[in-house]
């Protein structure tokens, strides 16, 4: 299948590993040009040069997407280097482990800040660009965590949820503009995040395979898919 994604600019954010590379692979693959960014600036060098090894038009930035003025600035920086914006995959890091009566605020302002808060300000920094265009996509990267809540991850349940409601909302608001909103909730992938948490074991999805749902959702055929919060888990959750 033809993605339409040939010439098309794409925005990843906390691109350098895991998940948000694999979409930002995915999305070279089809032919777009990129802007990516991670805080750490060695991984992101290396996929800079793995991309234009691939034959991928890459600008590397690297920054801590949850700087609250970080993502106007990769926006402009994207408008600058190409001249247009089509596509934006908000992606941060998840939040550490915890169980929800033991939070304290500072730990919920800062999950909320970074998993929620970051990906609105994507969407806000794009969309005079996608309205230029009558065209744009926007690909949150969030966690299954939104429709199964994970008892030990009550930061990315809480936060995310809270994503979710909002794109819902906001996707309906984007109707007959040309521009969708969706999210991807990922289950249990084969990444450095599910060491980090000691999940390592049992059944792991392919974060390649992921990125190619994140490239779909950011094609021309799925211009009619908005508002869908997409659990890619093989089967895991058993929410309806």
Known sequence: MDLGLEGRV??????????????????????AKLVVSSRGPESLALLESDLTAAG????????????????AALVSAALERFGRLDIVVPNSGGPPPGRALDLDDDALRSAIEANFLTHVRFVRAALPAFAANRWGRICCIASYGVVQPIPTLALSNAARTALRAWAKTAAADLLGTGVTLNLALPGPHATDRMIELGRSD?????????????????????????????????????AL
Request: aromatic share 4%; charged share 15%.
């Open 202 to 238: 049992g059944p792991m999805g392919d974060p390649a395979d992921f990125g190619r749902v994140v490239a779909f959702l950011c094609s021309e055929p799925a211009g009619f898919v908005n508002g869908v919060a997409l659990v890619v888990d093989g089967g895991l959750t058993l």
């Open 10 to 31: 794409a925005l990843v954010g906390a691109a350098s590993r895991g998940l948000g590379r694999a979409s930002a692979e995915a999305l070279g693959r089809e032919g």
């Open 56 to 71: 991928v038009e890459v600008l590397a930035i690297p920054a801590d997407v949850t700087d609250p003025g970080v993502p």
